[in-house]
C-alpha cells in the first residue's frame, strides 16, 4: 500500500474513534440491536474504514484493492485493534 494511502486510512480511523463520532455510532447501533455489543462496534468502524479504503483505491488507481493492499489494510487494522477496542468500551460506559 502506497505511503499516502497509508497515511489516509490511519487518519480515517483517528477520526472515528473521536469521541463524538464513536459515541454517535454507539447511540445509532443501540437503536438497531437491543443490546449492541463490543464486537458489534468494532465490526462496523472495520467496515466503515474498509469502505473508505476501497473508495480511495477506487479513486486513485481506477481499480480494486490488491490481495497484497488488503493484507496490508488488514495488519494495520490488526495493529490498532486494542486500541479501537479500548474507545470502544468508554464510549459504551457511558
Not at 449492541?36 to 469502505?51: D, H, Q, R, S
Not at 476501497?54 to 489494510?73: C, I, M, Q, W
Amino acid at each position: 500500500m502506497e505511503r499516502i494511502l497509508r497515511g489516509h486510512m490511519e487518519k480515517e480511523i483517528d477520526n472515528l474513534l473521536e469521541p463524538k463520532v464513536i459515541d454517535s455510532l454507539v447511540v445509532i447501533l443501540k437503536e438497531f440491536l437491543a443490546e449492541p455489543k463490543e464486537n458489534n462496534v468494532l465490526t462496523f468502524i472495520i467496515g466503515a474504514v474498509y469502505g473508505r479504503f476501497f473508495t480511495l483505491v477506487d479513486e486513485r488507481h481506477d481499480r480494486l484493492p490488491t490481495k497484497s493492499e488488503n493484507k496490508e489494510f488488514l495488519k494495520m487494522v490488526e495493529r490498532r485493534t486494542m486500541e479501537i477496542k479500548s474507545k470502544i468500551k468508554f464510549a459504551m460506559s457511558k
